[in-house]
């Protein structure tokens, strides 16, 4: 069974930092690109970052572009996301999932529980 | 950036009735389209991916159409737990991006 557990999430004051973690089980972890998405209080879904399966490509949106930086270690299973300069808006539920499909980069099939970051004073 | 249009905001029906979502794309996106089932406190669910494939596990009430810059979701008979939030999301180019959601309430 596919399973997602994302961590790390916390109150932090803005301008801090945080560093998310996500760690898979239950399938070959290195043969599919990872991405986090988020969902702010009464909002909708955010896509905020996809890696490929080395790490070697690497995606972001624009609000989170030159804060935040997206890693893995696939010896380890794990998803990270470095989260710098934090602001307010960026309060939210981050998910991680995972890109299904025959070459890993097809939709979101699996999904993490998700984590909450709240950025406060 | 692609932007998607879900029609209507909001959808109130009853179970056993028949419900049409919609989601209008900004530019075509071939048939990377997917759509999403999402839960107040649970993580989102894949319903449908490539415009028309049901997901893993995905109950044969639910089904999608369309390519290019249409797509639409369909629920055969409400059950209820089909209320919920839905969102499309494109995968066509970068960034990915969501749809703003349809919220199906019970009417």
């Known amino acids: ?121 | 950036e692609i932007g998607l249009t879900q029609s209507p905001a909001t959808l109130s029906l009853s179970p056993g009735e028949r419900a049409t979502l919609s989601c209008r794309a900004s530019q075509s996106i071939a048939s990377s389209l997917a759509w999403y089932q999402k839960k107040p406190g649970q993580a989102p669910r894949l319903l449908i991916y490539d415009g028309s494939n049901r997901a893993t596990g995905i109950t044969a009430r639910f089904s999608g159409s369309g390519s290019g810059t249409d797509f639409t979701l369909t629920i055969s008979s409400l059950e209820p737990e089909d209320f919920a939030v839905y969102y499309c999301q494109q995968r066509n180019k970068w960034p990915i991006t969501f749809g703003q959601g349809t919220r199906l309430e019970i009417k």
């Open chain 1, 1 to 121: 069974e596919v399973q997602l557990l994302e961590s790390g999430g916390d109150l932090v004051q803005p301008g801090g930092s945080l560093r998310l973690s996500c760690a898979a089980s239950g399938f070959t972890f290195s043969s599919h690109a990872m991405n986090w998405v988020r969902q702010a209080p009464g909002k909708g879904l955010e896509w905020v970052s996809t890696i490929g399966t080395t790490g070697g490509n690497i995606y972001y949106g624009d609000s989170v572009k030159g804060r935040f930086t997206v890693s893995r270690d696939n010896s380890k299973n794990t998803l990270y996301l470095q989260m710098d300069n934090l602001r307010a808006d960026d309060t939210a539920i981050y998910f991680c999932a995972r890109r299904g499909g025959i070459d890993g980069w097809g939709a979101f099939d699996s999904w993490g529980q998700g984590t909450l970051v709240t950025v406060s004073s």
